[in-house]
């Protein structure tokens, strides 16, 4: 039996609630299938498209006057983490029901602290939420102090910090959960980043990547294997050229000499091999794969592994 942190990414679960709640049932298939291989799973999972669906539905209501205040940036990712835990723990337990499989599955809302001297927090980077025109973003950051920046020709955005986890809050309370045979989910969105400030934890506005959070969950709860689920079989070098090349196997050294290349698009395939990176060098597995391929991976027959 083996310890698994599995960590799906938030684009992988739908733009709506409703197609969400639609892939989450084949997306529950594949995990049980771990689950009944003999396998202790832990879930971990991306919100990139809800917490910014949650985040401007508030912002709208505010501006229209229909709610008193826009939502602070924390609470947007405690409601991400708690409606998507509740359509995962929701499919998980059908799918489980319908084998004949007596488990439980629960979600742990999550704390992640960071620390407040992170640089990530003088360069926000990760935007969030609606496409403004220059006149706008102007006027909002005047008024709320938000950094603005134009995303890809798309218009302007918000932008926020993405720190590093340092440690996650609740980790005794997922590792009882995990001791006593329950299925958890939890680091949903990558938590919600947290500090330390004259002795007590002050949530800040910022997304920490779900790559990271989930590396260092599995670190912390002792995972056997770290699971990083994309929309590839494997990882590649050279992608899109005539001299792509899918991986099977990768070392650390290896892959920090990729990543020095410019193999891995940053907001895409990088955070992952980074976070398989820094599992690995805890002496841990670390696989990156397709949903659909992930018990396959797990045998060798599939995906990419990375290694000390």
């Given at each position: 039996?083996k310890?698994?942190v599995?960590?799906?990414?938030?684009?992988?679960l739908?733009n709506t609630?409703y197609?969400q709640?639609?892939?989450?049932?084949e997306t529950?298939?594949?995990?049980v299938d771990?689950?009944?291989a003999?396998n202790?799973?832990?879930i971990?999972?991306?919100n990139g498209p809800q917490?910014g669906?949650?985040?401007l539905?508030?912002s709208?209501?505010?501006?229209?006057?229909?709610?008193?205040?826009?939502?602070p940036?924390?609470?947007?990712?405690?409601m991400?983490?708690?409606?998507?835990g509740?359509?995962?723990?929701n499919?998980i337990?059908?799918?489980?029901k319908?084998?004949?499989?007596?488990?439980s599955?629960?979600?742990?809302v999550?704390?992640?602290?960071?620390d407040e001297?992170?640089?990530?927090?003088q360069?926000?980077s990760?935007?969030?939420g609606?496409?403004?025109?220059k006149?706008?973003a102007?006027?909002?950051?005047a008024?709320?102090?938000?950094?603005m920046i134009?995303d890809?020709?798309?218009g302007y955005?918000?932008?926020?910090?993405?720190?590093?986890p340092v440690?996650?809050?609740?980790?005794?309370?997922v590792?009882t959960?995990?001791?006593a045979g329950h299925v958890v989910?939890t680091?949903?969105?990558?938590g919600?980043p947290?500090i330390?400030?004259?002795?007590k934890l002050?949530?800040v506005p910022a997304?920490i990547?779900?790559?990271?959070?989930?590396?260092?969950?599995a670190?912390?709860?002792k995972a056997d294997?770290?699971?990083?689920?994309?929309?590839?079989d494997r990882v590649?070098?050279?992608?899109?050229k005539?001299?792509?090349e899918?991986?099977?196997?990768?070392?650390?050294?290896?892959a920090?000499?990729?990543?020095r290349?410019?193999?891995?698009?940053?907001g895409s395939?990088?955070?992952k091999?980074?976070a398989?990176?820094?599992?690995?060098?805890t002496?841990g597995?670390?696989?990156?794969?397709?949903l659909?391929?992930?018990?396959?991976a797990?045998?060798g027959?599939?995906g990419?592994?990375?290694?000390?």
């Amino acid at each position: 039996m083996k310890k698994l942190v599995i960590a799906l990414g938030g684009n992988a679960l739908g733009n709506t609630p409703y197609e969400q709640l639609k892939l989450v049932t084949e997306t529950a298939k594949p995990i049980v299938d771990l689950i009944e291989a003999g396998n202790q799973v832990v879930i971990a999972h991306g919100n990139g498209p809800q917490v910014g669906m949650i985040n401007l539905a508030m912002s709208t209501a505010a501006a229209a006057k229909a709610i008193k205040s826009d939502m602070p940036f924390p609470e947007c990712g405690a409601m991400s983490q708690g409606y998507i835990g509740y359509h995962l723990q929701n499919s998980i337990q059908n799918e489980l029901k319908a084998r004949g499989i007596q488990k439980s599955v629960a979600t742990v809302v999550t704390q992640v602290l960071v620390d407040e001297n992170d640089p990530a927090f003088q360069h926000p980077s990760k935007p969030i939420g609606a496409f403004y025109s220059k006149e706008e973003a102007d006027r909002i950051a005047a008024e709320k102090g938000y950094t603005m920046i134009e995303d890809a020709g798309r218009g302007y955005r918000q932008v926020v910090p993405s720190p590093k986890p340092v440690d996650v809050v609740e980790k005794d309370m997922v590792n009882t959960l995990i001791d006593a045979g329950h299925v958890v989910i939890t680091v949903g969105g990558g938590g919600i980043p947290v500090i330390e400030k004259e002795g007590k934890l002050v949530g800040v506005p910022a997304v920490i990547d779900k790559d990271f959070a989930s590396a260092k969950l599995a670190e912390l709860v002792k995972a056997d294997a770290l699971v990083i689920l994309t929309a590839v079989d494997r990882v590649a070098i050279n992608w899109g050229k005539p001299n792509q090349e899918s991986l099977e196997r990768m070392t650390c050294e290896e892959a920090e000499r990729y990543c020095r290349e410019g193999h891995f698009a940053p907001g895409s395939m990088l955070p992952k091999v980074q976070a398989a990176m820094s599992f690995a060098k805890t002496g841990g597995e670390a696989i990156i794969a397709s949903l659909e391929n992930a018990a396959a991976a797990l045998r060798g027959e599939s995906g990419t592994k990375v290694v000390k």
